[in-house]
């Protein structure tokens, strides 16, 4: 099955700063990459995802990219708010079986203002 | 927010307890699902069921048992637990499979002692 690997499991940043989180799979066949976002005590809720057709999506400060080759994706979150503060994670989900869905660990993000 | 709605939103259960977790999402999907949310570790996907018919079982145990008596409601039954089991118990629902974005609902915290 697939194995999503996510890094830093925390990451600390000054706000206006940019953050980057990373994300490797080990399943060449997935096709499909979102993001979600936690807040603390609040339920996930997507915020960005990608499908293996394109190498790059944005959406005001946040974009995501996708390396096929590498077998990797990162989200890119630019001029950071304290509002960012959160758990995010990354998912991937292969072509093969839609009802697999593997997310990654998470990462929490502190923004400092 | 309301959306997806679970209760209850605590549960305090022994092991040789009986318990059902409900899920009911006003969305109008077609797909639903249950996760397992745990300390330092991955949401895990447990169940999905599309049209009402389950569709995967990620290798979970017997103790729990899953029931979606139509496209809205979503059940999770609950017996002889064991402590291990205790997490966040998120309930989702998308339309179509997981590649499309699933709205989780806020959750229910389960202690099992």
């Known amino acids: 099955g697939e194995n999503v690997e996510q890094h830093p499991s925390t990451l600390s940043v000054q706000e206006g700063d940019s953050a980057v989180i990373k994300c490797t799979y080990s399943d060449s066949a997935s096709n499909y990459f979102p993001w979600y976002k936690q807040e603390l005590g609040k339920r996930p809720q997507l915020i960005i995802d990608?499908?293996?057709?394109?190498g790059e999506k944005k959406d005001q400060r946040i974009a995501v990219t996708l390396n096929k080759t590498a077998k990797h994706f990162s989200l890119h979150i630019t001029e950071t708010q304290p509002e960012d503060s959160a758990v995010y994670f990354c998912a991937a989900t292969p072509k093969y079986n839609f009802n697999k869905f593997y997310f990654g660990s998470g990462t929490k993000l502190n923004v400092k203002p | 927010e309301t959306g997806v709605t679970q209760t209850p939103r605590h549960l305090v259960m022994g092991m040789t307890n009986k318990k059902s977790l409900k899920c009911e999402q006003h969305l109008g999907h077609n797909a639903m699902y249950w996760y397992k949310q745990s300390a330092k570790k991955p949401l895990e996907l447990m169940f999905v069921y599309n049209f009402k018919e389950q569709t995967e079982n990620n290798s979970v145990p017997s103790r729990f048992s899953p029931e979606c008596p139509n496209s809205s409601h979503l059940f999770l039954h609950l017996h002889t637990l064991q402590p291990e089991d205790s997490a966040l118990y998120l309930c989702?629902?998308?339309?179509?499979?997981?590649?499309?974005?699933?709205?989780f609902g806020p959750g229910t915290r389960l202690l099992v002692l």
């Open positions: 990608i499908r293996s057709n394109v």
């Open positions: 989702a629902s998308s339309q179509g499979g997981p590649q499309e974005t699933q709205y």
